[in-house]
């Protein structure tokens, strides 16, 4: 499934790609489509061969923001403050064998990392606060902790909201997900899974906070188990009750998918049917606004054959990890009526848009500056929204002090009157939503929200970037 690393990048020792702005639907040699490029890292420069999966980190005590790419063998981690100019701080190397699969999340200041590398890989645990002042990067660098409930893993998922990481697709619960507490990360306690379901590839956890009354306040997973998507309540970790289970037409395999922000619908990339049934890349949509009565709703295609892999969700747009076919940025706003359309692209494997495990595994698009990472076979590429320039050095549109010094922002809004605020955190879950009277300008009190990074979203169309520091 997956092929050696090229000679030519075999030889490359310290070539780096940075600040290309897309012009004529290129960025360099870099197909694209109102994506410029900031910087790329290929493979040979972390010292590997393949690619996986990334995450991010924003440094809460400056607003920092750092890259964390998984390799073949280890996990390597960027500082990309100045995003044209990245530094490579250096890699925490795999715990057991070489693997093409490894998953990072992160959770209050850590990372953890998991891989479906033979033996007793595990969890490892890194404290990302150590990124802040490597003396002379490239670092090698060691993990603070390790947990060891089970082998190989093939991801992990984390409620940021509780503190509980869900292990999925490693040798226990029958590849379930293993619940672990992680709410202090350097002491991680095991606490249970739930095998009811099958071998769980990939899930989102959230406490509900949608449209289904009966179900708000509870933990929620929203699995991808290779054959469906299952819906499982995990609030008590002891006694995790399945919901519900969604069937869909011409399965391949059910392999990643995320909720829309309002938690109406679940877009489901399956990462086999191009292959099996010959369509372009096909997002699967369901309605689950009742969690115990989830419905198929219909089939979005893109322009190219190239298989899916990782999407995510902000607002009202669908970020793809779209294999040979790169980062695929789709809007939705009009979903209720089953329409999406294609705003964006950048292809880090610019040969060809087969369907293949060539490209493009993951991106993260979380950052509050708009960087995006995509991370793959093509090493570590950073873009950025054209419309946001490459080169934007006021990545913030309010910088709060602390609690309990700070309590409130005032929003404006020059283009039309404000009825709704809207508040998230980095992975697109509400924290906040007021309904305001029409005003163009609104006091928002902010007094709950800890250190960090924040969306705030007026009217569900413009989004502003907070930073509580």
Not at 156 to 177: H, K, S
């Amino acid at each position: 499934m997956k092929k050696a690393l090229p000679l030519f990048l075999a030889l490359i020792t310290s070539v780096v790609i940075g600040q290309t702005p897309c012009v004529s639907g290129f960025a360099g040699s870099y197909p694209c489509s109102g994506y410029d490029l900031q910087a790329h890292f290929f493979l040979a420069e972390m010292g590997a061969s393949d690619g996986n999966d990334s995450w991010g980190w924003t440094d809460p005590a400056d607003g920092a923001e750092y890259a964390i790419i998984g390799l073949n063998n280890g996990t390597a981690f960027f500082d990309i403050s100045t995003p044209t100019n990245p530094t490579y701080l250096g890699k925490l190397a795999t715990a057991t064998g070489s693997s093409f699969w490894r998953d990072v999340k992160v959770y209050n200041n850590f990372a953890f990392i998991v891989s479906d590398a033979n033996g007793s890989h595990g969890m490892q645990i890194f404290d990302l606060t150590k990124l802040r002042n490597v003396a002379n990067p490239p670092a090698t660098f060691t993990e603070d902790a390790h947990y060891s409930g089970f082998g190989s893993s093939h991801n992990i998922v984390i409620n940021e909201e509780t503190g509980y990481a869900y292990a999925v697709g490693n040798n226990t619960f029958g590849g379930g997900p293993h619940f672990i507490n992680i709410q202090n990360p350097l002491a991680p306690i095991p606490a249970g899974g739930y095998s009811a379901g099958g071998y769980t590839h990939d899930a989102q956890v959230i406490v509900y906070d949608g449209p289904d009354t009966e179900h708000v306040g509870k933990e929620i997973l929203f699995g991808s188990n290779e054959t469906h998507v299952a819906i499982v309540d995990v609030t008590n970790k002891a006694n995790p009750q399945l919901i519900a289970n969604i069937a869909y037409p011409s399965v391949g395999y059910t392999h990643q998918g995320w909720l829309t922000d309002d938690r109406n619908y679940f877009l489901l990339g399956d990462e086999g049917d191009e292959f099996d049934f010959g369509f372009n890349t096909r997002t699967v949509i369901f309605d689950v606004s009742d969690l115990d009565n989830p419905s198929f709703k219909f089939e979005y295609f893109g322009p190219t054959a190239a298989v899916d892999h990782n999407g995510y969700v902000i607002g009202n747009k669908f970020y793809l990890a779209n294999y040979a076919a790169g980062l695929r940025t789709i809007d939705i706003s009009d979903i209720d009526n089953e329409n999406m359309t294609e705003i964006g692209s950048f292809d880090t494997h610019p040969g060809n848009n087969n369907a293949s495990y060539n490209g493009s595994w993951n991106v993260y698009p979380f950052f509050a500056s708009g960087n995006i990472v995509i991370s793959g076979s093509n090493g570590f590429t950073l873009v950025k929204s054209a419309n946001l320039g490459v080169n934007d050095a006021t990545p913030f549109d309010f910088v709060m002090a602390p609690n309990p010094a700070m309590h409130s922002v005032t929003i404006s809004s020059q283009a039309s009157p404000i009825s709704e605020i809207a508040v998230y955190n980095l992975v697109g879950q509400q924290i906040q939503n007021h309904i305001v009277n029409n005003s163009v300008s609104e006091t928002l009190d902010i007094s709950a929200l800890s250190s960090g990074m924040y969306l705030v979203k007026i009217n569900n169309t413009t989004t502003k970037r907070l930073l509580i520091n």
